[in-house]
C-alpha cells in the first residue's frame, strides 16, 4: 500500500489496463486469503492468494482465470482466512442462489474454473457475485439490494435466498422491468447488534472517570475533552471504531469549524 500513499490530484495510475478492457474491482487484503473470480458465463475460480506475485503499481498483473470465447469477468471477492461462508450469485433477470464455499474447490490460477451457475435464457447471464458471511445470511435483518441498468433499487432478505448446490439455475428474487436488467448488488447486515453499543461497564468506568476529574457527568451537555477518545465514545454512545470514523473525518475541518462541529 506504500505505492499509493502519495496520490496526486489528479490520481495515480493504479494498474495498468490494455485497450478494451476495465476494472471491475478492488480489495484490500494481507496476502493469505483465497480470491474468487466470477464471470458471466457462469464459469469461476477459487485460487490462493499466494500464487499472485508482488508487482509494482503501473503493471498489468497476472491472470486470474482463462476466460470462454465471448465471455468477461464480472465479479471478484476474498474468502475468509477460515474459508467459511457461501457465495451469493445473481443473474441478469433477477435470478439467484447461494451456495456453500466448500462446493468450489481451489485451483491453480489462470484455469478455466468450475460452473457457478447454470446459464440460461429464463435466468439470464450473471450479473454479480459476493462472498457472505453464515452470520450475515441468517441475519433476521440482512438485506439484499439489487441496482439495475435504469438506476432501479430493489431488496429482499438474505435469509430468504435458500442454499442450493453450485451447479443449478437459482430461484427468482426479484423481477426487473422489462428492458431493464441487474447489474450490479451489495449485501448489508445488521449495523450492529442490541447492546452492543457500548458496554455497560466501559461506560460506568468512563462516566466515574469523569467525574473524577471534575468533569461534566454523563446528564450535562458539554462532552468530554475531544482528544480523550475512549471517553469521548462512550459519551456518544459509539464504539471505538465508529469514533475514529468520526474523528479522522473531523480533522479535515478548519480549526476553528472543527471546534464547532465538535
Not at 471491475?24 to 469461476?44: C, P
Not at 497476472?62 to 476474498?78: F, N, Q, R, T
Not at 450473471?126 to 445470511?137: D, G, P
Amino acid at each position: 500500500l506504500i505505492a499509493y500513499s502519495n496520490p496526486r490530484p489528479s490520481g495515480i495510475i493504479g494498474v495498468l489496463i490494455e485497450e478494451g478492457d476495465a476494472l471491475i474491482d478492488a480489495r484490500l487484503t494481507d496476502g493469505t486469503k483465497d480470491i474468487f473470480i466470477g464471470t458471466a458465463d457462469g464459469m469461476s475460480i477459487r485460487f490462493e492468494e499466494a500464487e499472485v506475485r508482488p508487482t509494482g503499481r503501473a503493471a498489468y498483473g497476472v491472470k486470474g482465470i482463462a476466460l470462454g470465447d465471448k465471455d468477461e469477468v464480472v465479479a471478484m471477492d476474498i474468502v475468509p482466512p477460515d474459508r467459511s461462508g457461501s457465495l451469493l450469485i445473481v443473474s441478469r433477470h433477477g435470478y439467484g442462489k447461494i451456495s456453500a464455499l466448500d462446493a468450489y474447490r481451489r485451483q491453480s490460477r489462470g484455469g478455466k474454473g468450475l460452473i457457478t451457475l447454470k446459464i440460461t435464457p429464463k435466468n439470464g447471464k450473471i450479473a454479480a457475485a459476493s462472498v457472505i458471511s453464515e452470520e450475515v445470511r441468517m441475519d433476521s435483518e440482512g438485506k439484499l439490494f439489487l441496482l439495475t441498468d435504469k438506476a432501479q433499487v430493489l431488496r429482499t432478505n438474505l435469509s430468504e435466498i435458500r442454499s442450493t448446490g453450485r451447479i443449478t439455475q437459482g430461484v427468482i428474487l426479484v423481477a426487473p422491468e422489462e428492458g431493464d436488467a441487474i447489474s450490479a448488488i451489495r449485501v448489508i447486515g445488521s449495523l450492529r447488534a442490541p447492546g452492543e453499543i457500548v458496554d455497560p461497564a466501559t461506560l460506568a468506568a468512563a462516566e466515574a472517570a469523569a467525574q473524577a476529574d471534575g468533569a461534566a457527568g454523563p446528564d450535562d451537555v458539554v462532552p468530554p475533552d475531544p482528544d480523550d477518545g475512549a471517553r469521548l465514545a462512550a459519551w456518544l454512545g459509539l464504539t471505538p471504531g465508529d469514533f475514529e470514523g468520526v474523528r479522522r473525518v473531523l480533522t479535515r475541518f478548519p480549526p476553528a469549524e472543527r471546534a464547532r462541529v465538535e
